[in-house]
């Protein structure tokens, strides 16, 4: 059985731009619920380690500049299938490929300043929420 937690990201272009309330209204609005939130600016080796998986790809560089730029707002969500649930809610990884509707579609800017992240799999939405919350992010 899917999982019901998933870890989102609003990303710093977003965070930045104050669309952080309009995308957690957007997202609770579809039965998302908030379980874990913090505001933070990472620094490079943190969002280098966050992103580890990607090192060695030629935005790799690219991303952890940016995601280390500002302030971001790592989230735990729950819902039914989260994962999938809150892939199909964000939409493609490039705005320009976005389905209308999905919060990349409203408030990305390009495919690296894309507004938000999201875990792939249960397994790494485990992964990726004790790397900001700890054991808080499972009970
Ligand atoms: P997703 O965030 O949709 O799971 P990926 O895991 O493939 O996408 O990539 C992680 C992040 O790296 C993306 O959200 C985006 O910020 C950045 N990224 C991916 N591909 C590119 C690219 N071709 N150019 C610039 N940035 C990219
Ligand atoms: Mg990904």
Redesign the pocket.
């Known amino acids: 059985m899917a999982g019901n937690r998933t870890l989102a990201i609003i990303k710093p272009d977003a965070f930045g731009s104050g669309k952080a309330g309009k995308i957690i209204a957007h997202l609770e609005a579809q039965g998302f619920a908030v379980i874990c939130a913090r505001v933070i600016h990472m620094t490079k080796a943190e969002a280098g380690a966050f992103?580890e998986v990607?090192k060695g790809r030629?935005?790799y560089a690219?991303?952890v500049e940016?995601m280390s730029s500002g302030p971001c707002m790592p989230l735990v969500l729950q819902k039914a299938d989260a994962v999938a649930a809150y892939r199909a809610a964000i939409g493609a990884?490039d705005p320009a490929e976005a389905a209308d509707g999905t919060v990349r579609k409203l408030y990305a800017e390009s495919?690296?300043?894309?507004a938000v992240?999201?875990s792939?799999s249960d397994e790494n939405a485990r992964i990726e929420g004790m790397f900001f919350f700890g054991a808080a992010a499972l009970v």
């Open positions: 992103y990607h030629p935005f690219e991303l940016f990884t495919k690296g300043r894309n992240h999201g792939d």
